[in-house]
């Protein structure tokens, strides 16, 4: 059984910044692309940011410059560094990775539970 938990969610102020974790855990052979993602309430959820296994990364327009996105391949967590955060950045984040359990395997996406993070004063 392979999942991805999310963790460092929570209230801040704005201007402030959290740190959310994904970290994979089961039968993993290789992680390619991660990404974040969130849903605010009564919206779509959207890309925040994406890191390939050879370290590129991609981000939204309204994250770039505050956020930023890593990831340590000996212990299959990826991080979202959040800056200057803003009440809009309020929503539920989630982390999605495409991995492989075996070298037989496709790649296939999994999600993980989510993490909320709420920026208010």
């Known amino acids: 059984q392979v999942q991805l938990v999310e963790s460092g969610g929570g209230l801040v102020q704005p201007g402030g910044s959290l740190r959310l974790s994904c970290a994979a855990s089961g039968s993993i052979f290789s992680i390619n692309t991660v990404g974040w993602y969130r849903q605010a309430p009564g919206k779509e959820r959207e890309l925040v940011a994406t890191i390939t296994n050879g370290g590129s990364t991609n981000y939204a327009d309204s994250v770039k410059g505050r956020f930023t996105i890593s990831r340590d391949n000996a212990k299959n967590t990826v991080y979202l560094q959040m800056n200057s955060l803003k009440p809009e950045d309020t929503a539920v984040y989630y982390c999605?990775?495409?991995?492989?359990?075996?070298?037989?395997?496709?790649?296939?996406?999994?999600w993980g539970q989510g993490t909320l993070v709420t920026v208010s004063s």
């Open positions: 999605c990775a495409d991995l492989r359990r075996s070298w037989r395997d496709s790649y296939l996406r999994v």
